[in-house]
């Protein structure tokens, strides 16, 4: 298997553009997770999925955030407008629904000048 | 609430050498489960070892091993024959069956000196 895939890899936008991350989760694994990653706060999760249906979103920072799924194999997280602060690392991860260990992707560095 | 923390920001060890990293946490369940991830400088998140709380037995692979104490709620990881490429952020987590959430400690730097 390939692991979970991530893209881009590397992301510079300017501030006020709409920036979408993209993610295509392990095949089988019912579980999808992002996570972003920041010096000032390490890591944090987001939202996360269990079988294409979004369970907790209590980690979105605001309303300029949003994630979708919209089948087993691929899932989006879009900001829009995006601002400097939202500069960090955003990780994907997945796993099956009978093991907790989750699999992590290479992560996105969105950098938002 | 669940914490994970992890009290050392940075440790170094010689090549060769053993290293222990420290990790309490807190959590009022009985069913949980508790992980390391490395990540080293290309920063992708690479699970080292799990540990399942109702077991008694700490986990074990290869060069890295845990002490589980579930009293003290202290879950440590000890890695042997230190190797270069072990040089990573080493990050402590408590999977909470309740919410179904990872919840990661600070993590700590762990540098191989040769």
């Known amino acids: 298997d390939a692991g979970v895939i991530q893209s881009p890899r590397h992301e510079v936008t300017e501030m006020g553009q709409e920036v979408t991350l993209r993610c295509k989760p392990i095949s089988g694994h019912d579980y999808l997770f992002w996570y972003r990653q920041t010096m000032m706060r390490g890591l944090e999760l987001l939202i996360y999925?269990?079988?294409?249906?979004?369970?907790?979103d209590s980690g979105m920072p605001e309303d300029r955030f949003s994630a979708k799924m919209p089948n087993a194999s691929f899932s989006t997280l879009k900001i829009q407008p995006s601002e400097p602060r939202d500069s960090a690392v955003y990780f994907c991860?997945?796993?099956?629904?009978?093991?907790?260990?989750?699999?992590f992707g290479p992560g996105t560095r969105l950098t938002v000048t | 609430a669940q914490t994970v923390t992890q009290s050392q920001p940075e440790m170094s060890v010689q090549e060769a050498e053993t290293v222990t990293l420290s990790c309490t946490y807190d959590t009022s369940e009985n069913n949980y489960y508790l992980f390391w991830y490395k990540q080293p400088p290309s920063r992708q998140m690479i699970l080292v070892i799990r540990?399942?709380?109702?077991?008694?037995q700490n986990a074990t692979e290869n060069r890295f091993s845990v002490n589980f104490q579930k009293a003290a709620k202290s879950f440590s990881l000890k890695i042997s024959d230190s190797q270069l490429g072990d040089t990573a952020m080493y990050f402590c987590a408590l999977y909470s069956s309740n919410t179904g959430k990872l919840i990661f400690g600070q993590g700590t730097t762990l540098q191989v000196k040769p």
């Open positions: 991860a997945s796993r099956p629904g009978h093991n907790y260990e989750q699999y």
């Open positions: 540990q399942e709380a109702y077991k008694q």
């Open positions: 999925f269990n079988n294409n249906v979004p369970i907790d």
